[in-house]
């Protein structure tokens, strides 16, 4: 019968389908941020029980991530430079390929680098750290 059918014909119910799975994917994303982690792990446990996997919430579009460190903003301002571009395009060599290289030579400079060429790094992950802890919910409230 469905093979019979025309593309007009099936047209609806293809229409109507999306509009299930828009309204499937909406309360799915509500049940995520309302279910507690208690919640989780009790079905989680009796996943386990049935030796089936573990589900895991999924990564909301909005969630707030941690910081990036000290030496990972220097990596990164590193890569951009003209000394971290140079070694990546050099690309591979006896000692690794371009990217290993540049994290390597990173890691060098920065353990050679004072204190005081680290602070606008350290600085820049403190204050945003203290931003993210003032946004983020603790762990430990939510359980």
């Known amino acids: 019968m469905w093979n019979g059918f025309t593309l007009a014909e099936k047209q609806p119910y293809y229409n109507e389908v999306e509009v299930l799975k828009k309204q499937y994917e909406e309360k799915l994303d509500e049940y995520w941020k309302s279910a507690s982690p208690k919640t989780l ?79 606008p790094y350290v600085e820049a992950y403190q204050k945003e750290h203290t931003d993210w802890q003032a946004n983020h919910p603790s762990k430990s409230a939510s359980s």
């Open 41 to 119: 792990r009790e079905i989680n446990a009796r996943r386990k029980h049935d030796g089936r996997n573990k589900i895991h919430r999924p990564h909301q579009e909005n969630h707030y991530k941690r910081p990036k460190g000290p030496f990972f903003r220097f990596i990164e301002h590193f890569r951009q430079s003209d000394d971290g571009r140079a070694i990546q395009e050099a690309g591979v060599t006896a000692t690794g390929r371009g990217a290993v290289n540049v994290a390597r030579e990173a890691g060098v400079r920065w353990r050679a680098m004072s204190a005081s060429d680290k602070a």
